[in-house]
C-alpha cells in the first residue's frame, strides 16, 4: 500500500497547493516542498529497511509489491513493485522534486498554485512510471507526465528569441514524445495479443509477458515500437529534436526535472521493459544502438561546444552523457550497467547543480547568453565556485559520482565492445573543452559589465551544497548504490549473454 | 402483424413521440419555456426508463429489431438528447425568436435516432434516417436571422438531400437484384458471391451514410454547417445524428455479406485512412473552434471506421467503448461553446480569441474544456484513452498495419491543434472582453450537466471496467 501512497502523494498535494493559491503565494511553495520531503523521506526510510540481499533462485525479488484488479476485461492490473533500481530513482525524484520547488521560490512568481499542482503532477507520473510493472499502466504514467510538463515549458518557459517560440518547443516535446509513445502502445496490444494467441490469457502484467515466444517476424518491430519511444525520451541522436529547445526554454524547475529525472525514465524503461522482454532482438539490435550512443556522446559533445546560451549548452551535454548510458546499456555486461545507474544518478545530480546555477544566474543578469556574460567570477562570491565544482563533475573528473560512472561503463563495455569504448573516449576530452568553454565564457574573460552582483542566499547556498556534497559521496563511496543495483544488473546482464549465446547457436545452426 | 407485445419493445419511441405530441399541443395552447424544456427532459428520461422494459420484451416488433446493439444505441441517443436539452435551456434564454419550437423539433429527431438504430429493414431505415434529417435542418437554421445558421441549414438540407438519393439508389440496386428490404432477406438473397449489381448498390449506400457521418471525401458540408448551426443543434447533430447513422452502418455491415468482398473491404480501408489523417490535416490551423471541434470529428470517426473494417464481437464492443467515450468528450467541449454564447446574442463564441485566458476568470469551465480536449486527443487517464487503447487493440489484434499506423499518425497530428487550444485557455487575457458565460453558470442546469459529463470523462478515464461490462454484454448479445 505504501507503493500506492509514494504516487498518490504527490497528486494529492497538488491539488492542495493548487487550491492553497487562495492563501497566497507561500502556502503552495510550502506545501509542495513537504510533499517532495515527504515522498523523499518515504523512500529512503525504505531504503534503509529494506533487505537487498541477492534474489533467490526460486522467484524475482520485489522489495515491495502491491497489486489489485483494474480492467479485468483485458487482464489489465494495478500492479506495482518496488525493487532497487525503482528504490534509488523514486529517491531521485523525491529530492529533485523538492530542489524544483526550491529552485523555482522566486523564478515563479504568477500563479505560483497553479505552477506547482503542474510540477507535482509531473514528480507523481514519474514516480508511477518507476514503481509500475503493468504495462498498461507504465503506458499510462509515461504518457500522463506530459501534460504537465507540456503546461510548465508552454506557461512559465522564458520566451525566446522570437514571439512565440516557448509555446513551439513545448509543443514539440509533447508530439515527440506523444508520437513515440503511442508506437510504444502498438507494441505492447501486440505484444499482449501475441501472447494471448500462445496461451489464450489476455495480460498485460511484466512477468506474465517475460518470455513471450513472438514469431521472429513481429518480433524485431516491436522491439524497435519501445526502443523508439524510449529513444525520444533518453535522448538518442536522430530523435533529439525536441531537447534543446524544450530546456533553453522551460523553466529551471523544468530543466531540473527534464534533464534530472524525466530523461532516466527512458533509460530505466530500457533497463525494465525493452531488454528483458526482447533479449535476443536487443542483443542482435545491440551494434545498432551502441552505434547510436556513440553518435550521440560525439553530436551532443560537439554541438555543445558551439553553443551560446547556457542552457542549451548543458542540454547538449545531456544528450552526450545519455549516449553513455545507451552503451552501457546495450553492452549485457554487469559492470557497465551498473555504471550506468551510477552515470543517470551522477548525471542527475550534476546537470540539476548547472540548470539551477544557471538559472541563479538568470535572476540576477537576466540573460542565458554567454556571449554578454564573462568576468562574473569577480562580480559574484560564490556562485563561480560552485560551478567549477559541477563543470569538473561534469566533465568526469575523478572524485566525482560522473568519473565513477563513466568509468564502469568504459570498463565494463572493453570485453564485448572495444572498438565502441576507444571511440566513446574521444567524448571524454570533449567533455573536457565544453566544460571548461563554458566556465571560461562565463566566470573569467574580460567583464562584460561592472558592478558587483548579490551572492547566493541561505537557499541557494544549501541547494548546491547538497547537490555537491552528494556528487562527491557518490564518487567517493559508490558502494550503497552499487549494493542495491546489483540484484537488477546481474540478471540483466545474465540475459543478455543468454540471448547472445542463443542466437550464435541459431547462427550455427543455419551454417 | 403488430401487436401489443411488440409495442413494449417499442415503448421508448413511442413514449417520446409522444412527449413530441405534448409539447406541440401545449406549445400551441401557450407558450412556456421552462414548462417546455422540462417537459421535454421528462419525456426522454421516461423513455430512458422504459428501455430495461423493452429490452426484456420477447419479440421483436415487424421491421425493427431490439437486440443489445438497438439498445445500447438507444440508451446514448436518448442521453445525448437529454444533455442537449440541459444545455439548450440557457442558451435559448435570450434567443428574440419563438423558443419552444426547438425542443419539438429535437424530440422528433429523437425519434427518428431511436428507430435508426433498431432498423432491421430498408424501409424503417429510410424513413428513419429521415425523421432524423428533417428536423435538424430546422435546428441548424433556426436562428435564421444570422445569416451563417441560415446558410448551414440550407447547405446541409441540399447535400443531405443529394446523400438521400445515392441511397435510395443504392437501396433499389440491392432491392432489383434480391426482390427483399429486409436486412434478413438481403443476407438470404446475396448469400451466393456478390456481383456488379449489388456491390454497386452498397457502395451507393455507403456514399450516402458517409455523408451523414462525414467521411473523406463526403465532408464538405461539416466545417461550415458546424459553425453556422447554433451550438444546440450542432452538439446534437456532432452526437446523435452520428451515433445512430454509425450504429445502423455497423449493423448493415455486421450482417449484409456485400459488404463482406475484399474489394470493398480494400474501399473501407483507404476511406478510413482518408477520413482520420484528412480530418487531422484540416483542422491543423483552424482558428475557428467549432469548425475545428467539426474536422476533430471527421477524424475520429475515421478511426472508428476501424471497426467497420475489421467486424466481428471485439468490432461491436469498440464501437460501443469508442462512441461513449466520443460522447462525452464532444458534448463537453460543445458544452462550453454553448455556456459561452449562452443566452443567445447573435454569432457564438467559437473563435479562438475568445476563449484565451478562460481559466483566469473561469477556471471551472476551462478545467472542462482541457479534460475533453485531453481526451479527444486520447490522453491517459481520460475517457478518450480507452477508446483510443479499443481501436488500436483491434486494428492490432486484427493485423490491420495499415490503419494502426493511419491512428497513431493521426493522433500525433491531432495533438498539435489540440494542444493549440489547450494552451490558448492558459494565456494571460486579452484586454478587451467580448464574449464570456454568464456568472450563474455553473448553479444553472446546463452548467451542472457539464460538469456531471466532464466528471464522467475522468471517471471513465480512471475506472472503465464498468463500462466496458456493460458494452462487453451488450455485444455479445447483439451477436
Redesign the interface.
Known sequence: MILVWLILIPFVGGLLCWQADLWGDRAPRWIALATMLFVLVISVVLWITGDFALPGESSRHWLLEWRAPWIPRFGIEIHLAMDGLSLILVALTGFLGALAVLCSWHEIDHRVGFFHLNLLFILGGVVGVFLALDLFLFFLFWEMMLVPMYFLIALWGHSGSAGQTRIRAATRFFIYTQASGLLMLVSIIALVFVHYSNTGELSFSYDTLLGTDIPDALAPWLMLGFFIAFAVKLPVVPFHGWLPDAHAQAPTAGSVDLAGILLKTAAYGILRFALPLFPEESQAFAPVAMTLGLVGIIYGAVLACGQQDIKRLIAYTSISHMGFVLIALYSGSELAIQGAIILMVAHAFSSAGLFILSGQLYERIHTRDMRIMGGLWGRIPVIPGFTLCFVAASLGMPATANFVGEFMVLFGTFPSAPVVVVIASVGLVLAAIYSLLLMQRVHHGPEYRHGALAGPDAREYGMMLVLLVLTLVVGLYPQPLLDITLPIAGPAAELFQEAATELAHRAGEVN | MLTLVNLVALLPLVVVGTTAVVVMLGVAWQRHHGITAWLSAAGLVLALACLPVASTALSSPPLMTMDGLAIMGSVLVLLCALVTVALSHHYLTGYIGPREEFYLLLLCAVTGALGLVASNHLATLFISLELLSMPLYGMLAYSFRAERSLEAGIKYLILSAAATAFLLFGMALIYARTGRLDLAGLVAGLATSPDVWSLAGAVLMLVGLGFKLSIVPFHLWTPDVYQGGPAPATIFLATVSKLAVFVLLLRLVMTAPAFDSDWLGTLVTVLALLTMLGGNLLALFQPNLKRLLGYSSIAHFGYLMVAIVVGGALAVETVGVYLITYLVTTLAAFGVVTQLSSPFSGEDAAGLHHYRGLFWRRPWLAAVMTVSF?SLAG???TAG?IGK?YV??LG??DSRWWL?GG???G??IG??YY??VM?TL??PEPGMRRMDATNDWGSRIGGLTLLVVAVLILILGI???PM??WV?GLSTAAL
Do not use: E, K
Request: glycine content about 0%.
Open positions: 485531453l490522453i491517459p487517464l484513452f487503447f488500436l487493440a492490432v489484434a494502426v491512428i497513431v499518425a493522433s500525433a495533438l498539435f494542444l493549440r494552451v492558459y494565456l475506472y472503465p471496467t466496458i461490462d462487453a
